[in-house]
Every structure is written in C-alpha cells, then in structure tokens.
C-alpha cells in the first residue's frame, strides 16, 4: 500500500480591495447579479460573471425549482450562455458570489461538484484554463488558477476514448 496526497494552491485576499481593478470589477458584477437569481425555496443567491477571451463579460444566476433537481446553478447557466453566444471563446476568469437573507455571505463559496465537472469539461473543450474568483458579498477573496485544481480524479473525455 502507498498513501499519496493531493495538495494546491490558491492566493487568498483579505477582501476584494485587494484585487485588481479587472479583478474587482468581475467580483462585483458576480455580486451585483445575485439580485436576479430566482432562489425562493432556498434563499441562497448566486451569482457568476466571467470574462471572456475577447473581451466580452457575462452574467449567470441560479434558477430553482419546486423540484429540485431541475433547479440549475448559476455556473452552469453561465456556461450555457457563454456557449450558445461565444462558442468559440475561451472564459478567461469566472467570479462567483453569493447572498442570503438567512445566512452570513461574508466568506467565499465554492461551486457544487456538478458545476465542477461542467467547468472542467468547458475548460477541456476551450483547451484553455479557466481562472476563479471566489467569494461572498465582502470578506476573502480566493483565486484558484483552475477549475481543474478543485476536481481531482476527474472523469473526462479521456475515459470515453478507445
């Protein structure tokens, strides 16, 4: 038997102040956004914005559902969008922020496991690596240079290939 271990790195910022203005200007549109997610079973507002290859910024919220398993993460909206009306342009960096009238939203959150399979397949189909921004409505900041860092053991395309 043999242990091994997994480790990475991140950069983390007291607050998004410290940011770069490009950076700060993601962020607080991902922060902006969350006011347009529908959430009324659970509250808990995301929002996403990314900036693309050339230039371009969009948006994405969460959208619920009374059943659940419709309901579709503002990660995935977002890449939905970038796809259908960039589909050759790379996302360069992604934001993601939060709020909620019933919880704290001073601390950074992280995509769900679904949203992390979606962005490391986008990441695989753009052959580019997609830099993230984590975050709440203020508090640290966390950037990640890869959504591939936050999947290991990823399934991928590579597993369907003869």
């Known amino acids: 038997?043999?242990?091994?271990?997994?480790?990475?790195?991140?950069?983390?910022?007291?607050?998004?102040?410290?940011?770069?203005?490009?950076?700060?200007?993601?962020?607080?549109?991902?922060?902006?956004?969350?006011?347009?997610?529908?959430?009324?079973?659970?509250?808990?507002h995301v929002g996403a914005a990314a900036l693309l290859a050339n230039g371009e910024l969009i948006t994405g919220t969460n959208q619920e559902n009374a059943a659940y398993p419709v309901t579709i993460c503002a990660e995935r909206v977002l890449l939905g969008i970038a796809a259908m009306l960039h589909p050759d342009t790379p996302i360069e960096t992604l934001a993601i922020s939060f709020s909620s009238e019933h919880r704290?939203?001073?601390?950074?959150?992280?995509?769900?496991?679904?949203?992390?399979?979606?962005?490391l397949e986008y990441e695989g189909r753009m052959q580019q690596p997609i830099r993230i921004i984590l975050s709440g409505q203020s508090g640290q900041v966390y950037i990640i240079e890869t959504a591939k860092q936050l999947l290991p053991f990823a399934f991928t395309s590579s597993e369907l290939k003869d």
């Not at 704290?104 to 962005?119: E, K, N, T, V």
């Open 104 to 119: 704290d939203a001073a601390h950074p959150i992280s995509p769900c496991g679904m949203c992390r399979q979606a962005l």
């Open 1 to 44: 038997m043999e242990k091994k271990q997994i480790a990475f790195t991140y950069e983390l910022y007291t607050n998004s102040e410290e940011l770069t203005p490009q950076d700060q200007n993601l962020l607080n549109q991902a922060r902006r956004v969350t006011e347009q997610a529908y959430a009324p079973y659970s509250q808990f």
